[in-house]
């Protein structure tokens, strides 16, 4: 059995991580490859009178072949839409790198391929004062994918992020671009020129779906070298 982690973060937020997560999940079962996925924190949580729950965290539970109680899919859930630290201050709440990637260990023993960790918001959202989400990824050494989300500005902002993600040591396994303005100017360009500056593949180009599934999007993701059967 062996162990594989690959965290999922975005050049923003909603930029289409939860959505790339669960394709890249079905991707793995197709290709026989059995998944869990873990959003150890997730913000913009619901009373659904099973406790707090987020949506995004609710479909990679939906998604990964290997089940799991929504507790260790999403262990800290936070009510509050807003940066995870601050709505975790408001709940009275301490976070820190530490304790999320003790959640994330809780799932190493599992008999599965591939464990995927899905962030929250971009590359550097806080936890607290001294750390971010980019602690738990370089605690755990995963291998990362950037979503890009296709827009006016995403240039930037996806250099910006693979930048940081070698500057903090981690290999980035690939990227993967979400159009999420299909009217974009010059969107060929702008994906032809992102495939041109970033040094890692591009893992896929997920068009504007009206409902999209799992396996739907699995179908214009590819894994990465390294998950391959």
Not at 183 to 189: A, C, T
Request: proline fraction near 7%; aromatic fraction near 4%; include cysteine.
């Amino acid at each position: 059995m062996a162990n594989k982690w690959l965290f999922i973060t975005g050049t923003d937020t909603d930029v289409g991580k939860t959505l790339v997560a669960t394709g890249l999940l079905a991707a793995s079962a197709k290709a026989g490859l059995r998944s869990a996925a873990i959003k150890p924190i997730a913000a913009g949580c619901e009373d659904t009178g099973a406790g707090l729950q987020n949506d995004d965290a609710l479909q990679l539970q939906a998604a990964s072949s290997h089940p799991l109680p929504y507790q260790q899919v999403n262990p800290v859930a936070l009510e509050a839409a807003i940066a995870p630290h601050i709505a975790a201050e408001e709940q009275g709440k301490t976070l820190s790198a530490s304790r999320l990637v003790g959640y994330c260990r809780g799932l190493a023993m599992l008999p599965v391929d591939l464990l995927l960790v899905e962030g929250a918001g971009g590359w550097r959202v806080p936890l607290n004062n001294r750390e971010t989400l980019a602690d738990v990824a370089r605690e755990l050494n995963c291998s990362v994918v950037i979503v890009v989300g296709l827009r006016l500005g995403c240039l930037n902002h996806a250099l910006l992020t693979a930048e940081a993600v070698r500057r903090d040591g981690l290999p980035i396994a690939g990227w993967v671009g979400n159009i999420i303005d299909p009217q974009m100017p010059r969107l060929d360009e702008n994906i032809a020129t992102l495939k041109r500056l970033f040094n890692e593949p591009c893992l896929g180009i997920v068009p504007r779906l009206a409902d999209p599934s799992p396996e739907q999007v699995g179908d214009y993701v590819s894994l990465p070298t390294e998950f391959e059967a």
